[in-house]
């Protein structure tokens, strides 16, 4: 029997997933979203394109490969439709490579329409939501009313959807609805055509069956383990389990059939939408940092917020998700930045911490050491980085005790460097 390997991202998302599981995705039989939709945005660049996946999994490109979207997941069918019309030009038929978990829940336009109402309404203190209507689908799922994609093939589909919609609507009877809504509403019923056309199963058989005759499953996470619902900065978060144990309950896996747990991580860190940051830079350095990592949304376009590393947030996250091996991302982008700091713990009220705080507030402030810089030129071999860069790896190694085995050092598959622990 084999095992479920796990990727995730351990910051506050965009470390580069996509890149990550299409790099991996070569050894995988199988590549299994998990939780999430389209808020997430993972980026691929290959032959000099750059693709971005909202829902779909990153091994699409892969024609080997079966992707599924699993029960954990939030689907917008609009979205999911513009998606595989996009992947046609480059010859990927999903159809056939694409399985649609019957229990992933429904994105529907008034849910849309409720994560904007809800963001407008909580004024300053709003959460920068993506605005794709994840969390009210995700209220939906857990207070038991939800549409799931098992749904769009019954008989029964069209007068469940006219009881959500009317339910959604009386709660937002105090709003206007957008001038668009019919035209998102025929929309999102043409686009329910396309998504019948898949198949539509319980995906969890699917993965059990898989792993007996011996396939190798890669579960890939989205968003990043800081944004949590659980863990994360609440109520500065996502709806849903972005940590290991949303693997299980998002694919229908067992904790024992999960085997290795790759974390994924910039140099630096980032974060778009409200909620606090602790090493978060105010000053040009933030501004360097977002110009060298073109830190802007993949979803939303937003530009991100940037920071330094922080250790004791990285190693929650590895506590968190056990983590086996860490990948390090965009190391290429601190090349010739100087210089360079890591934040190794928190100075509080109460003396010096490497806890990562239940509310971080003014009574906290990042403790930093500054470490040598590096100039990167097309060095694609480990042996032959930078010292200062290798110090850098050990560093974090030696902090959060689990080895980096990855080091990517562009956007492109090729500028990876693989690193034996
Ligand atoms: P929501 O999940 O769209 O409601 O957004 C909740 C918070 O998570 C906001 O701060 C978003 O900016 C953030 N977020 C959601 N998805 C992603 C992602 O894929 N990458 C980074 N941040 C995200």
């Not at 965009?14 to 389209?38: H, N, S, W």
């Not at 929309?187 to 198949?199: I, P």
């Not at 940051?277 to 939303?300: D, I, M, V, W, Y």
């Amino acid at each position: 029997m084999s095992k479920v390997d796990v990727l995730l991202g351990l910051q506050w998302g965009d470390e580069g997933k996509g890149k990550a599981v299409d790099f991996l995705a070569p050894k995988y039989d199988i590549v299994a979203r998990f939780q999430g939709g389209p808020n997430a945005g993972h980026t691929l660049e290959f032959d000099g394109k750059k693709h971005v996946l909202h829902q779909i999994p990153s091994g699409i490109f892969h024609p080997e490969i079966l992707n599924i979207i699993g029960n954990g997941v939030v689907i917008d069918p609009i979205v999911f439709a513009r998606e595989i019309r996009d992947l046609e030009p480059f010859g990927v038929d999903a159809t056939k490579t694409l399985v649609l978990s019957n229990k992933a829940q429904l994105i529907l336009p008034t849910h849309k329409l409720l994560d904007k109402a809800l963001e407008l309404s909580k004024g300053e203190e709003k959460i920068g939501s993506t605005l794709r209507g994840i969390g009210p689908t995700y209220q939906d799922k857990i207070g038991r009313h939800g549409l799931r994609i098992g749904d769009i093939i019954e008989k029964d589909f069209d007068e469940k959807y006219q009881k959500l919609k009317k339910q959604h609507l009386s709660l937002l009877s105090a709003l206007e609805l957008e001038d668009d809504f019919i035209e998102q509403e025929n929309q999102f019923f043409h686009s329910l055509e396309l998504m019948r056309q898949f198949r539509i199963i319980s995906t969890e058989y699917l993965i059990h069956e898989s792993l007996k005759s011996g396939k190798d499953i890669l579960a890939e996470g989205a968003q990043g383990t800081l944004l949590d619902i659980d863990f994360g900065s609440y109520p500065f978060v996502t709806s849903s389990n972005t940590t290991t144990a949303g693997a299980c309950t998002g694919l229908g896996i067992a904790p024992n059939q999960i085997n290795e747990v790759f974390g994924i991580f910039k140099a630096y860190c980032t974060r778009v939408g409200s909620g606090p940051f602790p090493t978060e830079l105010f000053n040009q350095e933030g501004e360097q940092l977002r110009k060298l990592g073109n830190e802007f949304g993949a979803t939303t376009g937003r530009p991100r917020r940037c920071g330094w590393l922080d250790i004791p947030a990285l190693n929650y996250s590895c506590m968190l998700n056990g983590v086996t091996q860490l990948f390090m991302m965009k190391a290429d982008v601190l090349s010739g930045v100087s210089p360079v700091k890591i934040c190794e713990s928190y100075n509080s009220d109460r003396g010096e911490t490497s806890e990562f705080p239940y509310v971080y507030n003014d009574s906290y402030s990042p403790i930093f050491k500054e470490v040598p810089s590096w100039e990167l030129d097309g060095i694609l071999e480990y042996n032959n980085l930078p010292h200062n860069l290798k110090s850098f790896i050990s560093s974090v190694e030696e902090s959060v005790h689990v080895p980096i085995t990855l080091i990517s050092l562009g956007p492109d598959r090729k500028e990876t460097v693989l690193k034996k622990s």
